[in-house]
């Protein structure tokens, strides 16, 4: 057998120290490279999804306030935020009953209002935000409702609520998505099934838990007590009976009590989905969701509900009845809101605080441009 002589050349030692010396600190620089391309990318990265808002300091110069003066229990008396709003220069319409607050939101900006804004809970906010977007004026809001949600997840303090007259002195102008059922804007979400047959029940505002226990019961015992709806589910499949449906304004993610459900962003384009398409045997009303099989969760830009009866909704927490088809859009960013400066929009996970942190500093570095 032949064996081919390989010849070894040898390398002078201090060539070869030079030589290795070379190669490591080469290999040194393009680490740095490499770590600082993956370190921009992953903070860009980040970014993106914890600061994704378009911001531009705005000074708005007639800004008008309608305040819903029994929302919250009465809370627009108790902080004084009519006169607080005056010493601002805001212009403020006391809702009264019977009054059309679309309407007066219509009025106020054709009377020259730059920026249109509502004191009062959730669904109230949703109707003059879709004001807003009509006349192409800013939103701001005030949270004066019992829970408002959508202000939570705004980022703005809904234990010191006058705080948020701030976006009026030294605001920001933030563009986030909003979401229509058959034209009707909603800032949070939309639900069906047992949570809207609660909503729809006489009593709900004076004991809501033990109303939605008893809707869920009810819907577990008879699959016919179930709302009729015609809804489609990832791949394909078709479901005649909505035990619960919920269409909201972005995802939410379960964040723990006293809230469970908060959404991480407000400008993805995507309207959040979750079914539960069966209800198991049991308890359900304190039934974990992981343990209900089948429980399903997407993400789409428009979704289409049929039915041969009016289809019940909670709305925001609104009690309301649409038409078949009921047609569910996201508009991307086409909603602009006026928040203090600084306001970050969006849950930021626990876990995620010290990187949110991290953020601050990579926008400061200039990192996050």
């Not at 032949?2 to 010396?21: L, Q």
């Not at 805001?90 to 004191?119: F, K, N, P, Y």
């Not at 928040?339 to 601050?360: F, I, M, S």
Request: include cysteine; charged fraction near 25%; aromatic fraction near 6%.
């Amino acid at each position: 057998m032949n064996v081919e002589r390989v010849e070894i050349i040898p390398v002078e030692r201090k060539r070869f120290g030079r030589i290795m010396a070379v190669l490591l600190a080469a290999a040194f620089v393009a680490g740095l490279a490499v770590a600082g391309a993956f370190w921009r990318h992953e903070v860009r990265g980040l970014v993106r999804r914890a600061r994704p808002y378009t911001r531009k300091s705005s000074k708005v110069e007639n800004p008008t306030l309608i305040v819903n003066r029994w929302s919250g229990d009465g809370k627009a008396e108790k902080y004084g935020l009519e006169a607080a709003a005056r010493e601002l220069g805001v212009t403020t319409v006391m809702l009264e009953r019977g009054d059309d607050l679309v309407q007066l939101a219509h009025d106020a900006i054709s009377a020259g209002a730059d920026a249109i804004g509502m004191a009062g809970g959730d669904g109230s906010l949703g109707l003059v935000a879709g004001v807003a977007v009509e006349r192409g004026v800013p939103f701001f809001c005030v949270p004066m409702g019992t829970r408002n949600h959508f202000v939570l997840d705004l980022g703005l303090d809904r234990d010191d609520p006058l705080s948020a007259l701030a976006a009026l002195r030294d605001g920001e102008v933030i563009h986030i998505d909003y979401a229509t059922a058959n034209g009707r804007v909603f800032l949070n979400n939309v639900s069906f099934g047992v949570y809207a047959q609660a909503v729809h029940t006489e009593g709900y505002r004076e004991d809501k838990a033990s109303t939605i226990a008893t809707a869920i019961s009810a819907a577990s015992a008879d699959v016919e007590a179930q709302a009729a709806l015609r809804y489609v589910t990832p791949g394909g499949r078709t479901h005649e009976r909505a035990p619960l449906l919920l269409v909201s304004n972005n995802r939410y993610h379960y964040s723990g009590p006293p809230d469970y459900g908060r959404r991480y962003r407000l400008d993805s384009g995507k309207l959040g989905i979750g079914a539960i398409t069966d209800l198991p045997e049991g308890d359900v009303a304190s039934m974990p969701l992981h343990e209900v099989r089948s429980l399903q969760e997407w993400e789409t830009t428009s979704y289409r509900i049929e039915s041969d009866e009016p289809i019940l909704a909670g709305l925001d927490g609104e009690a309301l009845q649409f038409e078949s088809p009921l047609k569910l859009e996201i508009h991307r960013k086409g909603l602009r809101v006026l928040v203090p400066a600084g306001t970050r929009p969006g849950y930021v996970p626990p876990g995620e605080v010290v990187a949110a942190r991290l953020l601050d500093l990579a926008e400061t570095a200039g990192l996050a441009e």
